[in-house]
């Protein structure tokens, strides 16, 4: 949840291919009101693999506040086929800047940030380069629109490996703590068995 509100749907569920993890209780504790608002949902043209298919790098942990987390693209970006990463909200989000931290071998080169529209239409709101490993605000044109997606035609490695995608309001700061997703998945003890990758 971002800001007091009334909760109607259940809580996002764990990170599980096992179906064995269930709630117990809801810790809330109050954050600092000018947070980037999280998105609800976090979607890509597509992640690179692990050896065993497992989600090492999935879309969602460029919008996670942890920048030692990262999406990895499955494929190079080039001007005909680029590659993408979109956050959805469950409102309208009067964005007026988008923050990004890309890794130190694999950030991006250059960037659009579209709105969408109409549910499928998306409209460019700004064009961008980025340094090599570069972390910045870039403002945007105030636009409001329930859904920011970020379009990478080019990038300095054949991969996009990008550990922040967040979109700003007026008032909102950029949120990164190392940890707060609760590290790189690969470096969990047990986790191989958590994601079935070795069976139960």
């Known amino acids: 949840m ?3 509100a009334d909760l ?3 809580l996002p569920q764990p ?7 269930h709630d117990v209780a809801v810790l809330a504790f109050p954050e600092f009101s000018d947070a980037a608002s ?5 979607t890509s043209s597509g992640a690179l693999p ?11 942990h460029a919008c996670d506040g942890d920048p030692e987390t990262f999406w990895r693209t499955s494929r190079t970006p080039t001007l005909a086929s680029p590659v993408w990463i979109q956050a959805a909200y469950s409102q309208p989000l009067a964005a007026t800047a988008v923050f990004l931290q890309g890794m130190p071998d694999g950030g991006r080169g250059s960037a659009t940030c579209r709105r969408r529209e109409d549910g499928q ?10 340094g090599k490993g570069e972390a910045k605000v870039v403002p945007i044109p105030e636009t409001r629109s329930t859904c920011f997606r970020l379009v990478i035609p080019s990038a300095y490695a ?5 550990a922040e995608f967040q979109v700003l309001r007026q008032s909102d700061k950029p949120v990164v703590r190392r940890g707060s997703s609760g590290g790189s998945q690969v470096s969990q003890p047990g986790w191989w068995y958590v994601n079935g990758s070795l069976g139960r």
């Open 2 to 4: 971002d800001r007091p």
């Open 8 to 10: 109607a749907k259940p």
């Open 15 to 21: 990170f599980t291919r096992l179906g064995v993890y």
């Open 38 to 42: 999280h998105a609800g949902v976090v």
């Open 50 to 60: 692990g050896y065993c298919d497992e989600e090492n790098w999935p879309a969602v």
């Open 121 to 130: 239409t998306f409209r460019s709101v700004a064009r961008f380069t980025m």
């Open 158 to 162: 054949p991969d996009v490996s990008l």
